[in-house]
Structure formats: structure tokens, C-alpha cells
């Protein structure tokens, strides 16, 4: 079992960064995949950045690529998305989530936290 809890949003103003965390219980997390997601009201969830269990494999969705850089420490069952440049359009509740395969797909990940809203104002 893995639990995870994301936290590190908020209310920014578009241009500005944020960084949002995600904290894993369990011993076997660093050897699962994880997924970054948002949903925003009235839209489906979307997948965002993906980092495989050895952090050496990264990809991301072309809204983010370059503005985003997800990362992870094995040792504090951490895993970190450093948002930069920030869009009104990023505005959404974002969620990590673990599984075993590296996937753009919500479906591929057993595991997801509750979710930490970021707003951006213009």
C-alpha cells in the first residue's frame, strides 16, 4: 500500500512559480512510477508530468514541457513539481499518483493523494 499526500499550493499570479510536493508512506514507493495530474471544474482530469522510479526518466505534456520539472528523492519518499511561468490556464486541483507503469494514463496509477488546488490570477 501506498498513501500520498500532495501539498504546496495556492494562489499565485500568472509569471510567478510554485512548487508542489508529494508525500509517500509506504517502504516499497521507490519502486513506482508517478504521475502528475490536474483537473479543473468542468474539465476531465489531465495528465501533466510523469518521473519513472529511478527519476531518470521524465516526460510531460506539451502544456507544461519547459515551465515544468517534476523530481524525486527515493530517500525521503518525496516527489516535487516545480512549476515556473505559471498560466491562468494551469489553474486546477493537482494530484500525484503511483502505479507500475510510466504512463500518461490516469488509469495506468493505482494510487493518488487527495489533490492540492493552485490558482493563478492574470
Known amino acids: 500500500q501506498v498513501q500520498l499526500v500532495e501539498s504546496g499550493g495556492g494562489l499565485v499570479q500568472a509569471g510567478e512559480s510554485l512548487r508542489l510536493s508529494c508525500a509517500a508512506s509506504g517502504r516499497t514507493f521507490m519502486s513506482y512510477e508517478v504521475g502528475w495530474f490536474r483537473q479543473a471544474p468542468g474539465k476531465e482530469r489531465e495528465f501533466v508530468a510523469a518521473i519513472s522510479w529511478g527519476g531518470r526518466t521524465t516526460y510531460y505534456a506539451d502544456s507544461v514541457k519547459g515551465r515544468f520539472t517534476v523530481s524525486r528523492d527515493n530517500a525521503k519518499n518525496t516527489v516535487s513539481l516545480q512549476m515556473d511561468s505559471l498560466k491562468p490556464e494551469d489553474s486546477a486541483v493537482y494530484y500525484c499518483?503511483?502505479?507500475?507503469?510510466?504512463?500518461?494514463?490516469?488509469?495506468?496509477?493505482?494510487?493518488w493523494g487527495q489533490g492540492t488546488q493552485v490558482t493563478v490570477s492574470s
Open positions: 499518483a503511483a502505479g507500475k507503469s510510466l504512463s500518461g494514463r490516469a488509469d495506468a496509477y493505482e494510487y
